[in-house]
């Protein structure tokens, strides 16, 4: 499954980088792997993870954009977790807060577990 916080912070840093995202449809040769003087793989039939599955009813395709910059296309973009699917694992969003010195906007229960884990550690110090 992808991370939504990730797909925002992407998008906002590739369109400040002047970078396009366009779909990549089902019969592109990226997908099929009809690749013109190149080996490519078919990724047309994808699984997904069960927490993805509900979202993706009726989509069976894989989710992809071609990133282009000044008409070349320079790579491929999928808002889901392609290579830490298998580990749940949140590892792409801890790369995007390096990359722009900050971290991401938590969301509201990682707030309020932060705020009990500092409580916490406040009792056991007694401060």
Known sequence: MG???????FRKLAS????TMTPVGRDDPLV?????GAAGYDVSKVDFTFGLKPQRIGMPGP????LGLEGKAVGIYSPFDLSYCRTGMDAFAHCLEAALGQPLPLRKSEKEEAAAARERLRERDGN
């Open 3 to 9: 991370d939504a916080r990730f797909d925002a912070e």
């Open 32 to 36: 099929t792997g009809k690749l013109t």
């Open 16 to 19: 400040a980088m002047g970078l």
């Open 63 to 66: 989710l992809l954009f071609r």
